[in-house]
């Protein structure tokens, strides 16, 4: 069974730094893209940073760009986010996610970071 496992988040104050990692648990083929959506509390999940796996390309939300860093390790089957600057307004559950080319969709369990004022 295929899991994804999320590690690092946590509470830091505003202007801190954290790094989550979502290490792919099992055998999956075909991934198309990994990436690390949020959820406020109270609000819609929305994506953060997502990387194809095919070339290498990344997009960001508007409001973390420039801030948040989306990077993949091919060989660990792993992807990380690298969140620097952090605000209030970061504050979430980040849920990592992983896309086959075949239409299978993976959820991560979800990590809580909070940002601190």
């Known amino acids: 069974q295929v899991q994804l496992v999320e590690s690092g988040g946590g509470l830091v104050q505003a202007g801190g730094s954290l790094r989550l990692s979502c290490a792919v648990s099992?055998?999956?083929?075909?991934?198309?893209?990994m990436g690390w959506f949020r959820q406020a509390s109270g609000k819609q999940r929305e994506l953060v940073a997502r990387?194809?796996?095919?070339?290498?390309?990344?997009n960001y939300a508007d409001s973390v760009k420039g801030r948040f860093t989306i990077l993949r390790d091919s060989a660990k089957n792993t992807v990380y986010l690298q969140m620097n600057s952090l605000k209030p307004e970061d504050t979430a559950v980040y849920y990592c996610?992983?896309?086959?080319?075949?239409?299978?969709?993976?959820w991560g369990q979800g990590t809580q970071v909070t940002v601190s004022s």
């Open positions: 996610n992983v896309a086959t080319k075949y239409g299978i969709v993976l």
């Open positions: 099992g055998s999956i083929f075909s991934i198309n893209t």
């Open positions: 990387i194809v796996t095919d070339g290498g390309s990344t």
